[in-house]
């Protein structure tokens, strides 16, 4: 990937033009100077794209040759692929987060949920079925909740279950395992339990000095447009996000490329062993919560237990997820609060599938 | 990250979505199809932002903030601690995005191909019971299948509805050990993190090179004992002919052509 870094360095944009500052421009003036100003910008913004393009195509034989290697451009297909799947959820994710910090007032939050954090952390987690879309989305959404004066309790909670327990993702499951429908069952019920058990777990023994609270635009202030405060906040989010969506891509792909899955069918035959087995898979893998599914139904050979433990500790572990926590939350928390949701996944599954297949 | 460099970075990536997505279909070789109007609009929305935010903050020169801005200005060029969470700039870690930004907009990866397919055996699809699971083939001509009908049935049909039937596949070409070379296909469920393997042996013809595009026509080559792992799927072939490779290369269905 280093070529690519080289081809953003010619920037036209360097930070040194930062230093001198233009003049002030009139805030004011119509929706027609306004659209004409965002043309010109765009115009402007349009330059460098067209002299990386040239640069691109002159370049791009020796740079391509460069790549050539097989194993790498396995890496570089997997490593996009991550990301630009990624990139809708993770935006729809912060689109949604941003209007909770600009448009909701904090007290529909402290209306909704029950005061009391340990029935909070309940209905935080069914309420997590209403966000469709995948893991990437619900971290900065569950950021913003915090920052809105949700317990943390509650709101990592959601997080959990957000993307393992929504209508796209079950009807998927339902697509994935034809003519078994206890799986659907399975995981929702398995999904739910683990997330409320986290949510209690937090109560319990969580710390404060753990978490850092989510930074960032704080809700509405008083005299500031509320559109501009959205704009700013989700610019901030998704970049931050983004960048770190982009870390764990780059380890997925690299687990991906680098361990033949063959490997992993060697435990299949131990149910003791595929079930922590095919968690460790769900980690590494970062596969798109709604996509495990269909990976679930292909690991043949596995236990319908080990599979269950696979759809469930995928959408609330993965490398890309811990990534992700750890730009929104800190290192000191996602590492901590992704290995016990690792446990108590894994636990959760082998007693939901113990019980329901 | 300077206010300016977010503006270039949401136009690129903006730019970039809509390239592989509107303009092109490089997002077949990265995802699955059904997450087209997702992409585009991502693309729009980005793009929309890139250009208020232009608007609104000055580019390519930063505008001097007013008081309100309530500390979104970068003069100081913090970010020490760690991960450059430093909301007084945009966060340093948004610059990796400009990796896949860059890169889909101006050396888009190839889709994968041989050498994912040479690493990971391939498992056919058990079916789950019953008896009309593969319904018998048309008599007359050549058949074409879908790699992934054709394993199922080498593998599991116990009643050999394969049995006397012309088939033509249609995959790249997969080197083996020892000369021998597959004919696969890689069929992705989201995105090509998830990509699985579907190869047929090609028995009676030599190999063509490594990602060619081919379809082979032959006879099934029973192997093992059908109904068991011990099974799998290979081809006597007759023919074997190089073609262009095609638009979505994991969708492994049969191409709806008329006649034949």
Request: charged residues 15%; contains cysteine; glycine residues 10%.
């Amino acid at each position: 990937m280093d070529s690519d870094v080289d081809v953003a360095s010619p920037l036209p944009e360097s930070p040194a033009h930062d230093r001198t500052p233009s003049a002030t421009r009139p805030d004011g003036g119509g929706g027609l100077r306004a659209a004409a100003r965002v043309t010109s910008h765009a115009l402007i913004a349009g330059l460098p794209v067209a002299v990386l393009g040239v640069a691109a195509i002159v370049l791009g034989p020796e740079i391509s040759a460069g790549l050539d290697n097989r194993a790498v451009a396995a890496w570089r297909t997997v490593f996009t692929a991550i990301v630009i799947q990624g990139v809708p959820f993770l935006l729809l994710g912060t689109v949604v987060s941003a209007a909770i910090s600009a448009f909701v007032p904090a007290w529909v939050f402290t209306r909704v949920l029950p005061r009391n954090p340990a029935l909070a952390v309940p209905v935080a987690g069914v309420a997590g079925a209403v966000l469709p879309g995948c893991e990437c989305a619900s971290v900065p959404v569950a950021g913003s909740l915090m920052r809105r004066g949700v317990t943390p309790a509650a709101a990592l909670a959601f997080l959990l279950s957000a993307p393992a327990i929504n209508p796209i993702v079950l009807m998927a499951t339902y697509v994935a395992f034809p003519g078994n429908p206890w799986m659907v069952t399975a995981r929702l019920v398995a999904s739910l339990l683990t997330s409320v058990v986290m949510g209690w777990l937090w109560i319990r023994l969580g710390r404060e000095e753990w978490l850092r609270t989510p930074e960032g635009p704080t809700g509405h202030t008083a005299g500031a447009s509320r559109a501009e405060e959205f704009r700013v906040s989700l610019q901030h989010d998704f970049l931050h996000a983004g960048g770190f969506l982009v870390v764990g891509a780059a380890a997925a792909a690299t687990f991906n490329v680098a361990v033949p899955h063959f490997v992993l069918r060697l435990f299949s035959d131990s149910p003791w062993l595929s079930l922590p087995m095919l968690g460790l898979l769900a980690v590494v893998l970062a596969v798109c919560s709604e996509a495990d599914a269909f990976v679930a139904a292909s690991l043949t050979g596995f236990s319908p237990s080990a599979r269950l433990a696979f759809m469930v500790v995928g959408p609330m572990v993965d490398l890309k997820l811990i990534a992700l926590q750890s730009g929104t939350f800190g290192r000191a928390f996602a590492l901590r609060f992704s290995s016990a949701t690792w446990v108590v996944a894994v636990l959760c599954s082998a007693l939901v599938g113990w019980w329901l297949l | 990250m300077k206010r300016n460099i977010q503006v270039l970075l949401l136009l690129f990536t903006g730019v970039g979505l809509l390239h592989i997505s509107l303009l092109t279909d490089l997002y077949l070789r990265y995802v699955r199809p059904g997450l087209r109007p997702a992409l585009i609009a991502s693309g729009v929305l980005l793009i929309v932002l890139g250009a208020v935010s232009a608007a609104r903050d000055g580019f390519p020169f930063n505008r001097p903030r007013t008081d309100h801005d309530h500390g979104h200005d970068g003069h100081q060029d913090g970010g020490h601690q760690g991960h450059g969470h430093d909301h007084s700039q945009g966060p340093r870690i948004a610059w990796l995005l400009y990796v896949p930004a860059l890169t889909i907009l101006f050396l888009a990866p190839p889709a994968l191909g041989s050498y994912t397919a040479a690493r990971d055996e391939a498992k056919a699809k058990a079916p789950t019971a019953g008896d009309s699971l593969f319904p018998a083939l048309p008599r007359n001509g050549i058949v074409e299948m879908s790699l992934n009908d054709f394993s199922s049935r080498a593998v599991w049909d116990t009643d050999g509805t394969l049995r006397g039937h012309t088939v033509r596949l249609t995959g790249f070409v997969t080197p083996g050990h020892h000369g021998t070379w597959y004919v696969s296909r890689l069929a992705i469920s989201c995105c090509a993190a998830d990509a699985t393997v579907r190869k047929v042996r090609v028995h009676g013809a030599t190999a063509p090179p490594a990602d060619a595009w081919v379809t082979v026509t032959g006879t099934w080559h029973p192997t093992g004992k059908v109904g068991t792992d011990d099974a799998s799927p290979a081809l006597d072939a007759t023919a074997v002919k190089r073609v262009p490779a095609p638009k979505d290369p994991y969708n492994d269905a049969v191409p709806t052509r008329p006649g034949r």
